[in-house]
């Protein structure tokens, strides 16, 4: 693992408990979420529509599309809900002197 | 038990409920007798981003073929012309009979037609299913000036899309309000602004006297005696449930196919789901028949349960959408009662909710804003009106708020 793979994202207390930011990192997007255990990321948009999910209602450990409803688990990225049918994809996150990292790859 | 599962109607409800069947079923043979000779496939994009070419055929379908192979669902392409419920019996055009043990009927609904006194009714388009969908597409290509009858969900989302392709666009509406049957004229009106910046033309308030034809133009006079001169005309007027033919049978039938919580007919072993059910929700103590994406799948999902043997009442909270230009308008619930209007926030680019309360208790809100703008809300709103929360109005009315601080856990 290639420590120029973790990104810095922002703070800790950059993302309420149960929300998200969006990050923009090069030409991808993603979404960071903070969840009671710790912190996710999950791609940014939507694989149902191109709708970007930092609008989206989190809660439970799932993200759910702002636009048509899709609900993907943010740990895993699985698609829970129709009318997402293809699952999110998720990036590992730390946390290194309260800020927070993502590995892109 | 090895059962033969029939389910009448190719649409969202019928492979939502096929496969909600399987997953509870792995014996019983599931059938689905689809009209359209094709899988069964999303519409809301027809009138968006297909018109606009950003989708094409091939992203539409729910499935793959291989999808229900695997799952071993059977789709046929076959017109029922008659059914007998007595002996469960479906006859089809080409004298095929198939048997059934459970029905699910899932016709969807149909186009009102617009009533014309001349022999014009070919010139009028209507969009519904992908094949009119692709006529419209290819006729538009050389037109220039189009009029929509109807300013409803799908004729705004078409005249939307029409002004994206650089066309002129009248809309006409017969009420005072565009989406009159089931949007606040308050959210309306907004969505009427953003249709007139981007150039379309919007007549409310007029009737159609007469359509006439002359040199490939064509004239249509209002009832105010104007004239529109236009190359092409599209109508959205409306849809009624696809029940022809139950017509002179005993299925019960009162604006769509009446059923229970449970989907269950008024015949035993029969089910309807999705549009052309007229089904009671337990929430609102009351029938309804919707018309909406959600609904086809979630309705499909809970018949599928139901004739699966696992006993499921429907009482998810009406939800849909419509996409014009770069609005995301969102309803939930049922707007049609209430005490008291609260409004949240006051600039589209924000987004922009009407609550609509009785007793304290949100039954139905309604809002837009630039896409993804109101959809958390919406979502967090939909929750509390299922749990039937008494709600903070100060939180409600205060767009600095977070909405989901109402949700009791």
Same mark, same amino acid.
């Given at each position: 693992?290639?420590?120029?793979?973790?990104?810095?994202?922002?703070?800790?207390?950059?993302?309420?408990?149960?929300?998200?930011i969006?990050f923009?990192?090069?030409?991808?997007?993603?979404?960071? %979420?903070?969840?009671?255990?710790g912190? %996710?990321?999950?791609?940014?948009?939507?694989?149902?529509?191109?709708?970007?999910l930092?609008?989206?209602?989190?809660?439970d450990?799932?993200?759910e599309?702002?636009?048509?409803?899709g609900?993907?688990?943010?740990?895993?990225?699985e698609?829970?809900?129709p009318?997402?049918c293809?699952?999110l994809?998720?990036y590992?996150?730390?946390?290194?002197?309260?800020?927070?990292f993502?590995?892109?790859? | 038990?090895k059962?033969?599962?029939i389910?009448?109607g190719?649409g969202?409800?019928?492979?939502?409920?096929?496969?909600e069947?399987?997953?509870?079923?792995?014996k019983?043979?599931?059938?689905i007798?689809?009209?359209?000779n094709?899988?069964?496939y999303?519409?809301?994009?027809?009138s968006?981003?297909?018109l606009?070419?950003?989708?094409?055929?091939?992203?539409?379908?729910?499935?793959?073929?291989?999808? #229900?192979k !695997?799952?071993?669902?059977?789709?046929?392409?076959i017109?029922?012309n008659?059914?007998?419920?007595?002996?469960?019996?479906?006859?089809?055009?080409?004298?095929?009979v198939?048997s059934y043990?459970?029905?699910?009927?899932?016709?969807?609904?149909?186009?009102?037609?617009?009533?014309?006194d001349?022999?014009?009714?070919?010139?009028?388009y209507?969009?519904?299913?992908?094949?009119?969908?692709?006529?419209?597409?290819?006729?538009?290509s050389?037109?220039n000036?189009? @009029?929509?009858?109807?300013?409803?969900f799908i004729?705004?989302?078409?005249?939307?899309?029409?002004?994206q #392709?650089?066309?002129?666009v009248?809309v006409?509406?017969?009420?005072?309000?565009?989406?009159?049957r089931?949007?606040?004229?308050?959210i309306?009106?907004?969505?009427?602004?953003?249709?007139i910046?981007?150039?379309?033309?919007?007549i409310? !308030?007029?009737?159609?006297e007469?359509?006439?034809?002359?040199?490939?133009i064509?004239?249509? #006079?209002?009832?105010?005696?104007?004239?529109?001169? @236009?190359?092409?005309?599209i109508?959205?007027?409306?849809?009624?449930?696809?029940?022809?033919l139950?017509?002179n =049978?005993n299925?019960k039938l009162?604006?769509?196919?009446v059923?229970?919580?449970?989907?269950?007919t008024?015949?035993?072993d029969?089910?309807?789901?999705g549009?052309?059910?007229?089904f009671y929700?337990?929430f609102?103590?009351?029938?309804?028949?919707?018309?909406?994406?959600?609904?086809?799948?979630n309705?499909?999902?809970?018949?599928?349960k139901?004739i699966?043997?696992?006993?499921?009442?429907?009482t998810?909270?009406?939800?849909?959408?419509s996409?014009?230009?770069?609005?995301? #308008?969102?309803? @939930?619930?049922m707007?049609?009662?209430y005490d008291?209007?609260?409004e949240?926030?006051n600039?589209?680019?924000?987004g922009?909710i009407y609550?609509?309360?009785?007793?304290n208790?949100i039954?139905g809100?309604?809002?837009?804003?630039?896409?993804?703008?109101?959809g958390?809300?919406?979502?967090?709103?939909?929750?509390l =009106?299922?749990k039937d929360?008494i709600?903070?109005k100060?939180?409600?009315?205060?767009?600095?708020?977070?909405?989901?601080?109402?949700?009791q856990?």
């Amino acid at each position: 693992m290639s420590e120029e793979n973790w990104i810095e994202v922002g703070s800790t207390d950059s993302i309420e408990e149960e929300d998200l930011i969006r990050f923009d990192h090069q030409d991808k997007t993603f979404c960071v %979420y903070k969840l009671t255990d710790g912190f %996710y990321a999950t791609d940014g948009i939507c694989t149902h529509e191109a709708v970007h999910l930092e609008d989206g209602l989190v809660m439970d450990d799932e993200i759910e599309c702002p636009m048509h409803q899709g609900i993907f688990n943010i740990k895993s990225g699985e698609a829970l809900s129709p009318p997402a049918c293809e699952d999110l994809k998720t990036y590992p996150v730390k946390v290194d002197n309260d800020k927070i990292f993502i590995k892109i790859d | 038990m090895k059962n033969n599962i029939i389910i009448l109607g190719g649409g969202q409800a019928g492979i939502y409920a096929a496969r909600e069947i399987r997953q509870n079923d792995s014996k019983s043979n599931i059938k689905i007798l689809g009209e359209e000779n094709l899988l069964p496939y999303e519409r809301p994009p027809l009138s968006k981003d297909f018109l606009l070419d950003k989708k094409k055929e091939e992203d539409l379908y729910f499935h793959s073929i291989d999808v #229900l192979k !695997n799952e071993n669902i059977e789709f046929e392409n076959i017109s029922i012309n008659k059914v007998d419920f007595e002996n469960k019996k479906l006859f089809a055009k080409n004298d095929n009979v198939y048997s059934y043990d459970s029905l699910l009927i899932s016709t969807g609904s149909e186009n009102k037609k617009l009533t014309l006194d001349n022999n014009l009714k070919n010139d009028i388009y209507y969009l519904r299913n992908l094949e009119e969908a692709k006529k419209i597409k290819e006729i538009i290509s050389n037109k220039n000036k189009i @009029t929509i009858i109807g300013g409803g969900f799908i004729g705004l989302e078409i005249a939307s899309s029409l002004s994206q #392709l650089q066309k002129k666009v009248i809309v006409i509406e017969i009420g005072n309000q565009l989406m009159g049957r089931i949007i606040p004229k308050q959210i309306a009106d907004l969505v009427q602004n953003t249709h007139i910046e981007h150039g379309n033309e919007i007549i409310l !308030n007029k009737q159609i006297e007469k359509i006439t034809k002359k040199n490939g133009i064509y004239e249509i #006079l209002l009832n105010d005696n104007s004239l529109i001169e @236009t190359d092409f005309i599209i109508a959205g007027i409306g849809s009624t449930p696809t029940v022809k033919l139950f017509e002179n =049978t005993n299925l019960k039938l009162d604006n769509g196919i009446v059923t229970n919580q449970f989907c269950e007919t008024s015949i035993k072993d029969v089910y309807a789901a999705g549009d052309v059910s007229n089904f009671y929700h337990p929430f609102y103590e009351r029938n309804m028949r919707l018309e909406s994406y959600q609904h086809a799948q979630n309705h499909g999902i809970c018949a599928g349960k139901n004739i699966a043997g696992v006993k499921t009442e429907y009482t998810s909270i009406p939800w849909m959408w419509s996409d014009q230009f770069n609005l995301n #308008l969102q309803l @939930t619930g049922m707007c049609d009662e209430y005490d008291e209007i609260i409004e949240r926030g006051n600039d589209i680019n924000n987004g922009v909710i009407y609550f609509f309360l009785k007793n304290n208790k949100i039954r139905g809100a309604c809002g837009v804003g630039i896409i993804g703008k109101v959809g958390r809300d919406i979502r967090i709103t939909s929750k509390l =009106t299922e749990k039937d929360t008494i709600v903070d109005k100060q939180i409600l009315s205060d767009q600095n708020l977070k909405l989901n601080k109402l949700i009791q856990k």
